[in-house]
């Protein structure tokens, strides 16, 4: 039997008183904060939240690794950046060593693949021809009095520098591109380092994997490495990995 309209209407009302039943002291409690200030009060406290990369998630920079300088992550494991001056030589020091590995790297890897001279036999070569064609100024000891004589000279240069960041990042006729001058030119200090680390690990690997593989150039290595990756590797060469050739 459907219900008669005053029932419906009964529901109706009761539902009602009990919306505002519930809506009334919600109004009654948000109206008593209606034109008056409210404070609150400042606690103190410490965490280690930081929004810097570091080298290992959760480890907490030395205070003197601020994030400040290029490819800071935070790793000082020894401490040898404590003294400011210690900081900047070591600073300096390892960018100049990266731009040499990356400059290593390259020159290995292409003089194999330019010309298939390794490089460790290129001293030899360089005695008769350089690239493929006769040297007309004389042997490789001539060469490396020349490169000896022009980097002193740029290295007194440098050296003289007070300025530490034009020590590191000269500028003008070594930077034809003008990258410095550039706004992302910090963005590049970064890339710069990071590619120089790895390059620095890539050549203490070429040189390992040289004495290990009788002077064989990377790129040779590498070749039979993808060839078959499974019996020529780090750990299937006798030389790498001590008593091995017992164990064949």
Not at 9 to 29: D, E, F, K
């Amino acid at each position: 039997q459907p219900p008669s309209s005053s029932h419906t209407t009964h529901a109706i009302n009761i539902m009602a008183a009990l919306t505002t039943s519930i809506r009334a002291p919600i109004v009654a409690r948000a109206s008593a904060f209606t034109g008056r200030k409210v404070q609150c009060a400042a606690t103190n406290g410490t965490g280690n939240t930081s929004m810097r990369a570091v080298w290992m998630p959760g480890s907490t920079p030395p205070s003197y690794l601020d994030g400040s300088l290029p490819g800071d992550y935070g790793f000082d494991p020894l401490g040898l950046g404590k003294e400011a001056s210690n900081l900047a030589r070591f600073q300096e020091a390892e960018l100049m060593n990266a731009r040499w590995a990356m400059l290593g790297v390259a020159g290995a890897a292409g003089a194999e693949v330019i010309t298939g001279v390794t490089w460790t036999e290129a001293p030899v070569a360089s005695e008769q021809t350089y690239l493929g064609a006769a040297v007309p100024w004389g042997s490789l000891p001539v060469l490396a009095a020349i490169e000896v004589f022009v980097m002193a000279y740029v290295e007194t240069q440098r050296s003289q520098e007070t300025d530490p960041v034009k020590r590191c990042y000269p500028g003008g006729m070594f930077d034809p591109a003008g990258f410095s001058k550039g706004a992302d030119f910090e963005q590049l200090k970064k890339k710069e380092l990071a590619n120089g680390r790895v390059a620095m690990l890539a050549f203490a690997g070429i040189i390992g994997e040289a004495q290990a593989n009788n002077l064989e150039g990377p790129v040779a290595a590498l070749a039979r490495h993808v060839s078959d990756p499974w019996h020529v590797n780090a750990a299937t060469n006798a030389a790498a990995v001590p008593y091995l050739n017992l164990l064949q």
